[in-house]
């Protein structure tokens, strides 16, 4: 059985920090590419950021750059994602995703996700 299970959220204040975690079992991790996708209340899912397998380059949209930082442990089989300065517009549950072709344009498998909100 597939299973990403998303932990770390929670409330924060603006400015403040989170660290989330996705598990990953029953699949090649290390042959996946690995994403955190977020939905914020009311509106689409939103690609956060990426990693990819190998070298493990990473990506990220242009709203966190600078403040957030994925990153993954293919002996834990595990990916993270650093959040720092938060917004209140960071406000969304955050979903990892696994991606095992970089030309698919869509995800193989995805987490349950878990909530983030920043407010004061």
């Known amino acids: 059985e597939v299973l990403l299970v998303e932990s770390g959220g929670g409330l924060v204040q603006p400015g403040g920090s989170l660290r989330l975690s996705c598990a990953a079992s029953?699949?090649?991790?290390?042959?996946?590419?690995m994403s955190w996708v977020r939905q914020a209340p009311g509106k689409g899912a939103e690609w956060v950021s990426s990693i990819s397998t190998g070298l493990g380059e990473t990506h990220y949209a242009d709203s966190v750059r600078g403040r957030f930082t994925i990153s993954r442990d293919n002996a834990k089989n595990a990916v993270y994602l650093q959040m720092d300065n938060l917004k209140p517009e960071d406000t969304a549950v955050y979903y990892c995703a696994a991606k095992y072709s970089p030309s698919s344009g869509s995800f193989d498998y995805w987490g349950q996700g878990t909530q983030v909100s920043v407010s004061s």
């Open positions: 029953g699949f090649a991790f290390g042959k996946f590419a």
